[in-house]
């Protein structure tokens, strides 16, 4: 089965800086990669997904994200960190043959002032 | 917000009560799944309909019990629950897979605290 592992419970950027949330996953076939948002008393926000096609995908609120399929890794990216960027960030794969989509634990991003 | 809605938006109850949570998407989609949320641990899938139909249950305590009456709607019956089902509980919708490449859409969740 696919899974989802996100090194980093929590990571500190101060406003301005350049932020990565990474994420590694493991799958038997072909993946399909996303990422979301999760603001304090919110459900989850999609902000985008890899399915095929250029390895650099661009999403929601000028994130970015890099698929690197020998390092199976989908590190989640922003050039300039947002104060109101802060949120809990999930990884999910999903197999590209079933409905099943697995979550990491997610990464609190604290961005400072 | 995102065309998924859930309510109660909070809710406490005691070992002892039933209660439903309720589920209701108005994007068009016709798949809807439940996710638990506890803190510090990644989200655990509970159940996934499709088409009306349940197609995955992840080895979930009969104490909870899904009813998905039609595509727009989607249950939990909680019934003679523990203090540890104390979590966030997220409900999602998607497109079923071979439409196209589905995101799931999630509802605001229900915080469930059992006394």
């Known amino acids: 089965a696919q899974s989802v592992a996100q090194p980093e419970d929590q990571v500190n950027v101060a406003e301005g800086n350049p932020l990565t949330v990474k994420c590694t996953y493991s799958?038997?076939?072909?993946?399909?990669l996303f990422w979301y948002v999760q603001y304090p008393n919110r459900g989850l926000q999609f902000l985008l997904k890899y399915i095929t096609g250029d390895n650099l995908v661009k999403g929601s609120y000028g994130f970015e994200a890099e698929f690197n399929k020998s390092q199976t890794s989908f590190h989640l990216k922003k050039p300039s960190a947002l104060v109101s960027d802060s949120a809990l960030y999930f990884c999910?794969?999903?197999?590209?043959?079933?409905?099943?989509?697995?979550f990491g634990a997610g990464t609190r991003l604290t961005v400072k002032p | 917000e995102t065309g998924v809605t859930q309510t109660p938006r909070h809710l406490v109850m005691g070992m002892t009560n039933k209660k439903s949570l309720k589920c209701e998407q108005h994007?068009?989609?016709?798949?809807m799944y439940w996710y638990k949320q506890s803190a510090k641990k990644p989200l655990e899938l509970m159940f996934v309909y499709s088409l009306e139909e349940r197609v995955e249950n992840n080895s979930v305590p009969s104490r909870f019990s899904p009813e998905c009456p039609n595509s727009s709607h989607l249950f939990l019956h909680l019934h003679t629950l523990q203090p540890e089902d104390s979590a966030l509980y997220l409900c999602?919708?998607?497109?079923?897979?071979?439409?196209?490449?589905?995101?799931?859409?999630f509802g605001p969740g229900t915080r469930l605290t059992v006394l």
């Open positions: 999602a919708s998607s497109h079923i897979p071979g439409q196209r490449v589905n995101e799931q859409f």
């Open positions: 999910a794969v999903r197999d590209i043959n079933n409905n099943d989509m697995r």
């Open positions: 994007l068009g989609h016709n798949a």
């Open positions: 799958v038997s076939g072909n993946p399909y």
